[in-house]
């Protein structure tokens, strides 16, 4: 059976190290190709787009895919709304690995929005110096506050022909700590911080530190993602793809 992993997050190369040694699969892994440097496995990868939902079609008949496992980042709607139809009409069984949302918790002071625009909105009643956590492909949202100096933070640049925001970009990958985080809030006078709410322990280092330092963090929310089968943990994905390894040997 080939299976065809949708990746974009860090827990991707753990579930498909792990699924590849299910006996009686082959794994696929699929990445948009946003980062120069993905992490590496020996399982075989694929890099960019199908080229919409057609074309992932095309490519799941074409390349006789039995399953699919959507381990997108939670922000990567697009992609998992593209799958989810094609899955469909191609027969194919899908399931959605999602990683579990922050939730708030006391002393936090979040300001949920539910996009980016909205976060943009706001900023100019909230702050003068404010820490853009968001990566690169959102930073022209918020190139109009010409009031607002920021400081970005990103794996990678975004490309030559995007605008910036004005302020200060940061190339950097996490995990980051707890003791950086204060360190590079303090050292910047950062005042607000803007985030996603992608979840996972890589990048909560700074929600930490804006509790620490009561700063408002405005939160984005996460964009609708396909009503189908989800699971949060990479257990129990293993486990739905080798019950259907299981049930398909039955046939
Ligand atoms: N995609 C990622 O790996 C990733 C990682 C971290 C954060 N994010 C965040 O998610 C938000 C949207 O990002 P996005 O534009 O990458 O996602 P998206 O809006 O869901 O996808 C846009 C297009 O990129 C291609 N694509 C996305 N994921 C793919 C995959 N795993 N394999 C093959 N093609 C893929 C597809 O192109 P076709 O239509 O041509 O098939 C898709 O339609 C941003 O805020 C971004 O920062 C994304």
Redesign the pocket.
């Given at each position: 059976m080939r299976v065809l992993i949708?990746?974009?997050?860090r827990e991707v190369s753990q579930l498909a190290v792990k699924a590849g040694a299910i006996p009686g699969i082959e794994i696929i892994?699929?990445?948009?190709?946003?980062?120069c440097q993905?992490i590496k496995t020996n399982l075989q990868t694929?890099?960019?787009?199908?080229?919409?939902?057609e074309?992932?079609v095309n490519y799941l008949q074409t390349n006789a895919i039995a399953l699919i496992i959507?381990?997108?980042?939670?922000?990567?709607?697009?992609?998992?709304?593209?799958?989810f139809t094609a899955a469909q009409r191609c027969n194919i069984p899908y399931l959605m690995l999602v990683r579990p949302q922050w939730q708030p918790v006391k002393g936090d002071r979040w300001i949920e929005v539910e996009d980016?625009k909205t976060a943009a909105d706001l900023l100019p009643s909230l702050a003068k110096r404010v820490f853009l956590s968001?990566?690169?492909?959102?930073l022209s949202n918020f190139i109009d506050l010409k009031n607002i100096w920021f400081l970005m933070r990103a794996i990678e640049p975004p490309a030559a022909n995007k605008l910036v925001p004005q302020g200060h970009l940061l190339l950097q990958k996490g995990p980051f700590s707890l003791i950086d985080e204060l360190q590079l809030l303090k050292e910047y006078q950062i005042e607000a911080i803007v985030s996603?709410n992608?979840g996972g322990k890589a990048t909560y280092a700074k929600i930490i530190a804006a509790r620490e330092l009561s700063l408002p963090v405005v939160m984005v929310k996460r964009?609708k993602i396909p009503e189908c089968d989800r699971v949060f943990d990479i257990e129990t994905a293993l486990n739905w793809i080798d019950s259907k390894v299981r049930s398909h040997k039955r046939k």
């Open positions: 949708l990746g974009g997050t892994v699929s990445l948009a190709g946003r980062t993905p694929r890099i960019g787009g199908f080229g919409g939902r074309g992932l959507d381990a997108t980042h939670p922000f990567a709607a697009q992609i998992s709304f593209n799958a980016f968001i990566g690169k492909q959102e996603k992608s964009p």
